[in-house]
């Protein structure tokens, strides 16, 4: 399966015909495979990468430390499941270091952001503090550079 | 005074690149798809630019020691020892070489007497013939054929072994992709030992093995003892233009290969040499990557070679195919010539290989999926025109 996950990740529009030829799989034997993780949930979704920067979008996004102080018996997740829910919440991940929860918002503006956490995120029970930074630049993104790219120049033969 | 008089003879003995007009013409078609550069398209790994960088940012511009930095010609031998199972010395036994180029020159003028007889199996990588040529030897080429896939068999060896100084092959091999096992090599070794030969071994492509890994023939019993083992970083660390290369020998041969070196190239480049400590140490991650990426294109490059009625040996190393276009009934240069006027993709004629190489045409696929997917559409296209 892990040969076929991978030629997903790096493009979700593969059909299974094209996956079966890269992996000498039977094409019947691809499609049964991506059935199966898209049941048991291991593909999540089929995603497009947008740099919306060059899409001229305005949007902004946050990265922001939240401090947790955990719940006896239930720890991180009861909390990290409240801040899930918003749709405002496009990442969620619980981290070691210095601060606890990991989240990444999207709003139309930094005020719409800096609105979502002081009225959203920060009086939420459990949350202790939070530092939010707002994302500046992207420079690389699920594993592609969103740098302009320069041609590499090659022989046009060589034996 | 006519100063091409003064051209050494044996120079003038050398026979024109049978490939050189068809590379000219390639030249002048740049956009043109090209599945002639017997080069990785993958750029060298970051992690390996950067240690070069780092280096000369550090200043580590001056010369190393003639048979390169001693680190490196450890990480080499640690890199024979764990791929391979070979046990080097690396500090008589290594030579880091610019590149397997420079390692079969130093390799063919430390062993071969004027006159000695070296055979080459072909098709074959075309420097074997010039190099051996330019070292004074005698070639004596033996035919590999498509029925047997492309093997250098022990019966083939025998035909040409009697008398002979030295054996030069190259496997997995440029240009048919064809790759020999351990019984095949065993079977070749008998020859060998039987005939007293030395062997000169290109292992260059020994990363890029599809079906199994790759079994060098310095490991087979009671070859290490007469084989000269070249390697090197170009294709499977994707590290060409770094001219980077070692060989690996019984002492004695190693001495005479540093002196030859030591005098007319003092030493291999060191950024170059500190890219290679660094693709040694943390590169074999990229290596699967790549090999991965040939092995997806390789199964694609089949089947559609295949799906055109082209005959061909599958190939289970490097990143070439060798199909047969005798169907066509134009030679192989005709072949290659015309579909690149017609369509615009460069193959490399097989003659360009050895005579052996005639009635096949090299498709390299060390190129992206989409430009082999229009290549093929194109060659399809071609194919039905002619046929």
Known sequence: ?159 | MDISQAIAEKLRNLPPSPIRRFFDLVEGMPDAISLSIGEPDFVTPWGAREAAIFSLERGHTHYTHSRGMLELRQEIARYLEKRFGLGYNPETEILVTCGVSQALDLALRALINPGDVVVVPEPCYVSYAPGVLLAGGELRTVATSAENGFALTPELLETAAPGAKALLFGYPNNPTGAVLDRAQLEGIAGVVRRRNLVVISDEIYAELTYDGDHVSFASIEGMKERTVLLGGFSKAFAMTGWRLGYAAAPAPVIDAMTRILSYTMLCCPTPSQYAALESLKNGQREVARMREEYNQRRRIVLKRLRSMGLELVEPKGAFYVFPSIARTGLSSTEFAERLLGEEKVAVVPGAAFGKSGEGHVRCCYAVSLEHIEEAMRRIGRFLEKIM
């Open chain 1, 1 to 159: 399966m892990q040969d076929i996950l991978k030629l997903l990740e790096r493009d979700a529009r593969l059909t299974p015909a094209q996956i079966a030829e890269r992996t000498g799989k039977p094409e019947q034997e691809v499609r049964e495979t991506i059935e199966r993780a898209e049941k048991q949930g291991i593909i999540r979704n089929y995603q497009a990468l947008i740099d919306w920067d060059r899409a001229g979008s305005e949007a902004v996004r946050a990265f922001i430390e939240v401090k947790v102080a955990p719940e006896r018996g239930i720890g991180f997740d009861a909390v990290a499941r409240r801040i899930m829910g918003f749709p405002e919440v496009d990442a969620l991940y619980l981290i070691s270091g210095d601060y606890d929860l990991h989240v990444v918002v999207e709003g139309a503006s930094m005020k719409e952001v800096a609105y979502f956490v002081a009225e959203k995120l920060a009086p939420l029970d459990h949350v202790q503090s939070t530092v939010t930074h707002f994302l500046l630049k992207s420079y690389k993104v699920s594993g592609h550079s969103f740098e302009a790219e320069e041609e590499v120049k090659r022989l046009p033969a060589a034996p």
